[in-house]
């Protein structure tokens, strides 16, 4: 895509999240966890699925640097250029998994939210099975970024009674205006102290599952089908 026709794509593309957000009657669940680590110094991870990230822009706090970790695709650089809207900084590359030793950026654009983390305090946003699948399925980048920082964790979901799925790996949710959403928070959650491969593999389902918990709550909130995640990809 052009730069040109990517940059009017991203402003319509803010134009219409500003939209949603604004003339939708929104049912917010469980968000003083989140509130109370945003008002505080230290850092902390934001999670989301793919599919969900549609409302993503829109969580920022108030006060607290924001970085989010963005593919190095086509894609990523449409959102890269809608998040500039919100004044969201973005390190380009997959979700780095140390157990699959993935490439495409991804141990640069860890490094770069480690530090963003431990040094300024920010908010760093990860998708966790982005930027290909399977959906709904928790890479280890997130994982290992809370473990290695002692950063905690937000899983963030949202849902509207109106909107469509896309034909996309993600089953992409992209709702429309003037109805009513839901957004769902779950409490942050705490890296272990220990490193042992039992209590990481644990750590892992555990935000899994805040993902998928938050989703499905939202999605029962606003009468929606539950997206079912893909089956997991072999370790």
Known sequence: ????????????????????????????IGRDGWEGLAAGPGGFICAVWHG???????????GKRVVAVVSQSRDGELFSRILEHWRIETVRGSSHDRVKRRAKGGVEAYRAARTALEQSGALVAITPDGPRGPRMRLQQGAAWLALETGAPVVAVGFATRWGHHLASWDRFLLPFPFGRGAVVYAPPRWPPAERGSDAVAQFCRALERDLNDVTDRADDLCGRPRVAP??????
């Open 230 to 235: 893909a089956e997991a990809a072999a370790r």
């Open 52 to 62: 969900r990230l549609f409302l993503a822009p829109t969580y920022r706090p108030a």
């Open 1 to 28: 895509m052009a730069a040109g026709l990517t940059h009017i794509t991203a402003a319509l593309a803010a134009l219409y999240i500003r939209l949603v957000a604004r003339t939708t009657r929104w049912t917010v």
